[in-house]
């Protein structure tokens, strides 16, 4: 069992920065693929990015690519997003989830289905 807490949304100015963090509570955090998605209202829930369990593997939607960096610490079971030069269409809720990678089987992050275990999000909004 896997528990999730996000922190660090907040109000945003167009072009700025944000990190948002996600502590893990429970066993053997780093056997899980962590993986950032977001949900704007009326929208479907997106992907964002992923950290493959050993921190040695990356990947990134489309929308945030070279923008936004994930990367995880271990040690403290967190996960982090830096998010640079946001844009008004990053408001959104984001959320981290929780993919366990103990049975080996192939990674993919941007699949909802994939994940075990959701925090409760975090508020992102990005206004002038």
């Known amino acids: 069992q896997l528990q999730l807490v996000e922190s660090g949304g907040g109000l945003v100015q167009p072009g700025g920065s944000l990190r948002v963090s996600c502590l893990a509570s429970?066993?053997?955090?780093?056997?899980?693929?962590m993986g950032w998605f977001r949900q704007a209202p009326g929208k479907e829930r997106e992907f964002v990015a992923a950290?493959?369990?050993?921190?040695?593997?990356?990947d990134y939607g489309n929308s945030v690519k070279g923008r936004f960096t994930v990367s995880r610490d271990n040690a403290k079971n967190l996960v982090y997003l830096q998010m640079n030069s946001l844009k008004f269409e990053d408001t959104a809720v984001y959320f981290c989830?929780?993919?366990?990678?103990?049975?080996?089987?192939?990674?993919?992050?941007?699949?909802?289905?994939?994940?075990?275990?959701w925090g409760q999000g975090t508020q992102v909004t990005i206004s002038s």
């Open positions: 429970g066993r053997a955090f780093n056997m899980y693929h």
């Open positions: 950290v493959n369990w050993n921190g040695g593997s990356t």
């Open positions: 989830a929780a993919d366990w990678a103990g049975d080996g089987t192939s990674w993919y992050p941007a699949r909802l289905g994939e994940y075990d275990y």
